[in-house]
């Protein structure tokens, strides 16, 4: 038995079950958009992180699964400054949403990231209960030359703890690029070398600070190696992140904003296709999962189980997630499809099609 | 005194009783109002100490515009209601 939380534009869901049997359990926080959510692996806490449309970002956290919440604190920007460098910065000091929720290292108990909109990375090291803007990242001068993709401002979606050293932490940024620290942030660098964005000035199109990963995985079994699902198609690394390959667009797209990667196996990673930026919808209204085997070298597409006709659902980046067992998956849509796979991708069942826009979901 | 009332949309998440605060600017009457229930601040400021854009604050029957600064004078006897704007989603 598998549990999956669901963060949607009306409440978090939390579906059970295995196989084909999947089932809505239990609905909470009714109403509110929900737009991260996190089982940390490390002691069972839940968190739900709200975007209340009038009362902004808030930070929900159970310790018995569901039961009961209690309010705990949420990121924020602490006071622009008037005069400096940054007196004229055009983002807002304003977290809008929590994007990513990441727990810290095995040896790092109550120590959480969570990736903002705007891209500010936060860190608690108690639970939750009090965070702090990390300031490095932030005030970093290359910041300035980051913009939105899709949004009014850049924001970070991708945090990345490495396994082996909680000290090493990979982040992406929409549109920012992809930064890494080895000392916990204290000083940063920015490795996206490899990327193309053909949305720029053609002069301009390897400038790695203004790439625009959608999505930024690794594998469990091997952290060095990631996989991108970018604006402008999708991108691996096997030296975790120093060079980015381009991987040749799979049939029928290689616009999407998922990716997940089997956690066991570096070279088996998943994509939902959309027809280009400028058309987010399935390819032929027939919606599709598309995986390698081999590094992206091949692709094969899967749509067993999925609408196949005038299906117009569109799968946000962390609405694609596998299990540890790297066959279990779990997608979800915009317009309210949550869809289950027991065999990695081959076949999917469908949970609901109609629960609210889903934002992000994850294994608990 | 200033009366500083917070609607039932912002008490279903914090509860906080009608509050009577002394006299002064705005910003200070509604700091002040808030020390009884400090975990409601983040609800009507946001990052910035700057009243939330979906949040109204009325002085009286008068509708505060002025979001960052909060420095009309309240005289003893003046009404504060905090609500959340009408929105939609």
């Not at chain 1, 009306?10 to 996190?38: I, M, N, Y």
């Not at chain 1, 109550?110 to 903002?116: E, K």
């Not at chain 1, 082996?164 to 942030?185: E, F, I, N, P």
């Amino acid at each position: 038995m598998e549990t999956l939380l669901v963060a949607s534009r009306k409440g978090l869901f939390v579906v059970r079950g295995s196989g084909a049997q999947w089932a809505v359990e239990s609905h909470h926080f009714a109403g509110e958009p929900v737009t991260q959510a996190l089982a940390d692996p490390r002691d069972g806490a839940w968190y739900a992180a709200l975007r209340m449309g009038h009362f902004g970002v808030k930070l929900r956290k159970s310790l018995d699964q569901g039961v009961t919440w209690k309010e705990v604190g949420a990121p924020a920007f602490p006071l622009k400054p008037e005069q400096g460098f940054w007196a004229d910065d055009p983002t807002p000091w304003n977290v809008d949403m929590v994007w990513a929720l990441t727990p810290g290292g095995a040896d790092e108990p109550g120590t959480l990231w969570a990736g903002c909109m705007p891209a500010g990375l936060f860190k608690s090291q108690d639970g939750g209960q009090t965070w702090a803007l990390n300031r490095p990242l932030w005030e970093e001068p290359r910041r300035k030359g980051w913009f939105g993709g899709g949004n009014d401002y850049p924001g970070m979606h991708s945090v990345l703890v490495d396994p082996r050293d909680a000290r090493h932490l990979t982040v992406a940024v929409s549109c920012g690029g992809v930064w890494q620290t080895h000392d916990g942030g204290e000083s940063w660098s920015l490795t996206a070398r490899g990327m193309t964005a053909d949305y720029l000035p053609a002069e301009a199109a390897d400038d790695e600070n203004t790439q625009d990963p959608h999505r930024l995985v690794s594998c469990g079994a091997q952290p060095d190696a990631l996989w991108v699902q970018h604006h402008c198609g999708i991108y691996r690394s096997r030296d975790g992140g120093a060079q980015w390959q381009a991987v040749k667009a799979p049939a029928p797209s290689g616009f999407g904003f998922a990716v997940a990667c089997d956690p066991r196996n570096p070279n088996r990673a998943w994509f939902v296709p959309a027809v280009a930026d400028a058309c987010r919808i399935p390819v032929d209204g027939r919606m599709l999962v598309t995986r390698t085997d081999d590094g992206g070298k091949t692709f094969t597409a899967f749509g067993d189980g999925l609408p196949q006709s005038h299906a117009y659902h569109l799968v946000y980046r962390h609405s694609l997630e596998v299990a540890g067992d790297g066959q279990t998956l779990a997608m979800s849509s915009t317009t309210g499809g949550l869809w289950m796979s027991a065999n990695a991708g081959e076949q999917w069942h469908c949970v609901s099609r109609d629960l609210p826009p889903v934002a992000a979901i994850r294994f608990a | 005194m200033v009366q500083v009332e917070f609607a039932a949309s912002l008490r279903r998440h914090v509860e906080c009783a009608t509050q009577l605060v002394a006299a002064g600017s705005l910003r200070a009457v509604l700091e002040a109002a808030l020390t009884a229930a400090p975990e409601l601040a983040h609800y009507v400021f946001d990052d910035q100490r700057s009243v939330r854009k979906h949040v109204a604050v009325f002085v009286n029957r008068q509708m505060v515009l002025d979001r960052v600064n909060l420095n009309q004078q309240l005289a003893s006897g003046d009404r504060v209601l905090v609500i959340q704007a009408l929105t939609g989603g």
